[in-house]
């Protein structure tokens, strides 16, 4: 048979009793699909790896970043000139340090007479932090700290050991201190009395309590950016109150909103903020003059603490006391310069009482509270309260008793800090010397007053005072209260 034969048959295939094997049944496809392959294990087992290893990875890391650390070294000894240390000083002023790491009042054996001793108390929403001790003391302070982790704290939230720190350190703002500045404020500290003062451990629950994740809140919020700015202005002057206001000062981290993860909204810079009960207003050039602020009423405030703008109270009080009242004239002014800019837009005048509804009002539902009566009302408290401190006009007393008639805090559009202090008060501010001006403080009246009648005084004080609507209503002013309670802020006697 030749090769070409098309007619030539393939070998047919062996018996499979000829080869041994046992032949396989067809498949029949006829009545279903065939089943889909199986997925290897192994590839499940390996992903599995991988996340157990990163947790293994994550909470080596997390426990790490939580562990105390102190340098293994001798205390540094750090020797400045008497001007370094009046200009270290002068710094550590005008950052505020004192906000945060005053050892008055603090727990844990804190002191008065034990400036940055820390343990003050710093409620966030996220849970309670403590200001640390930053005194020289080698175990519980930085004595055993150089001069570059000093910075790196100071700029970066980075401790010595790489240990994260909590935003509340205003290293968002502290970023673009100059070294030199950085470097004064640490040879001061190093040379002040050590105090050894334990620190006080964080109180947040789970997950914040983990420090590691600052590096993901610094990866999204901390930029070597410029900071924005609330006002327009390129003069010396302006530039110098920039570096002040935005950087030294950090004004910023009380004036402006937060978002949800606790970082600034800087699209609404200098806005107003609210960290704790009482809000920080805003303090752009224009929400300034539409309060009738001027450069020279600023810079009188933040120097006194009293203006015929108002009296700085709560936290306020405390910048001035520890801060701004220490400025010299020259940065006084560029501060203030700063703030309302080089053009600053016109004060605007307090404007006329709006009319009100005939009606007789609504003070104890949720309506806001616009009738004739319910004002009559609100005078009528007014008259019997506040009259005889703050006039029957509310012209005040010269730098005794601040004016109402067109205040700065009447004058807000948002009523919660005139609520909150006819509720709870503010606390009596004796003099001291060189201090701001001493104010004999404000009785609460959360016990005395229902609900509708503060809501009827503050309407009376905001429209007959401030040029405001009647819109504060009993629902509000129930809120507050209920806030209050919760901050365990108690009446000021």
């Avoid at 929403?125 to 570059?148: K, M, S, V």
């Avoid at 616009?370 to 008259?383: F, K, V």
């Avoid at 005395?448 to 629902?475: F, I, K, M």
Wanted: charged residues 15%.
């Amino acid at each position: 048979m030749s090769a070409a034969d098309p007619s030539a048959a393939a070998p047919a295939p062996a018996p499979a009793a000829a080869t041994g094997a046992t032949a396989a049944p067809p498949a029949d496809y006829s009545g279903a699909r065939p089943p889909p392959p199986r997925r290897p294990r192994r590839r499940w087992r390996g992903l599995l790896l991988v996340l157990l290893l990163l947790a293994v990875l994550f909470a080596i890391a997390a426990v790490w970043g939580n562990r105390p650390h102190v340098p293994q070294r001798e205390p540094q000894a750090v020797h400045r000139s008497p001007q370094q240390l009046a200009q270290g000083l002068y710094l550590a002023r005008a950052a505020d340090c004192m906000a945060c790491h005053d050892g008055v009042g603090g727990i844990g054996g804190a002191r008065e007479g034990q400036p940055f001793a820390g343990g003050k108390p710093l409620p966030t929403p996220f849970g309670t932090l403590y200001g640390t001790n930053i005194t020289p003391d080698p175990d519980h302070g930085i004595g055993r700290w150089t001069a570059e982790e000093f910075h790196a704290a100071v700029t970066r939230g980075t401790a010595p050991g790489g240990r994260q720190l909590y935003p509340a350190m205003p290293y968002a703002s502290y970023h673009l201190m100059s070294r030199e500045d950085s470097d004064l404020i640490y040879g001061y500290l190093m040379n002040i009395r050590p105090v050894a003062q334990p620190n006080t451990k964080p109180a947040l629950p789970f997950p914040f309590n983990l420090r590691v994740l600052m590096f993901g809140w610094k990866t999204l919020f901390l930029s070597s950016a410029p900071l924005p700015v609330g006002s327009q202005g390129q003069s010396p002057a302006w530039l110098r109150g920039q570096y002040l206001g935005n950087v030294m000062g950090h004004c910023a981290e009380c004036h402006t909103p937060r978002g949800m993860f606790g970082q600034m909204q800087k699209d609404r810079w200098l806005q107003g903020g609210t960290l704790s009960l009482f809000t920080a207003p805003g303090i752009t050039a224009e929400a300034l003059a539409a309060r009738g602020w001027t450069r020279e009423g600023m810079a009188q405030f933040l120097q006194t603490g009293f203006s015929a703008h108002g009296s700085a109270f709560d936290e306020m009080h405390e910048v001035i006391a520890n801060s701004t009242r220490y400025l010299t004239a020259e940065d006084m002014t560029a501060l203030s310069t700063f703030l309302l800019g080089d053009n600053p837009p016109a004060p605007q005048p307090l404007p006329a009482a709006a009319p009100q509804d005939s009606g007789t009002g609504n003070s104890s539902g949720n309506g806001a509270v616009n009738g004739a009566g319910t004002l009559d009302a609100g005078r009528g408290h007014y008259m019997a309260l506040c009259a005889s401190c703050h006039g029957s006009e509310g012209l005040g007393r010269s730098l005794t008793m601040p004016p109402l008639k067109g205040n700065s805090t009447v004058r807000q559009a948002d009523a919660r800090n005139l609520v909150l202090a006819i509720l709870v008060g503010l606390p009596k501010h004796p003099a001291t010397q060189q201090g701001p001006t001493p104010l004999p403080g404000m009785p609460g009246f959360m016990q005395e007053l229902t609900d509708g009648e503060v809501a009827a005084l503050a309407n009376y004080t905001r429209t007959a005072l401030g040029g405001q609507p009647a819109d504060v209503t009993a629902a509000q002013v129930a809120d507050l209260r209920s806030a209050a309670g919760k901050a365990g802020h108690r009446p000021a006697p």
